[in-house]
């Protein structure tokens, strides 16, 4: 069994920055892909950034050039560096691990981004 949790998430104001962190623990022997997922209310969960596991990454268009994923493979966490945050940034914040072709997900992290 696998275990993921984010931490990192908080208010901040428009043109701001925070760190998300998510660490995975459990029945690892490598972890596969990682990514962030967010969902604001009423939307569905869209995928903000994916990192494989030495490194190809992928963004959502919205977050291009703003965020930037990145992991630590011993340390089993994914990290995201979320600058030039806007209001409609503003989502639980959830993180995705991919253990042995299975994905599981963190509880999430509130982030809030007032104008």
């Known amino acids: 069994q696998v275990q993921v949790v984010e931490s990192g998430g908080g208010l901040v104001q428009f043109g701001g920055s925070l760190r998300l962190s998510c660490a995975a623990s459990g029945s690892i022997f490598s972890i596969g892909a990682m990514a962030w997922y967010r969902q604001a209310p009423g939307k569905e969960r869209e995928l903000v950034a994916i990192?494989?596991?030495?490194?190809?990454?992928k963004y959502g268009d919205s977050v291009k050039g703003r965020f930037t994923i990145s992991r630590d493979n011993p340390k089993n966490t994914v990290y995201l560096q979320m600058n030039s945050l806007k209001p409609e940034d503003t989502a639980v914040y959830y993180c995705?691990?991919?253990?042995?072709?299975?994905?599981?997900w963190g509880q999430g992290t509130q982030v809030t981004v007032s104008s």
């Open positions: 995705y691990a991919e253990v042995r072709s299975v994905g599981s």
């Open positions: 990192i494989g596991p030495y490194g190809p990454t």
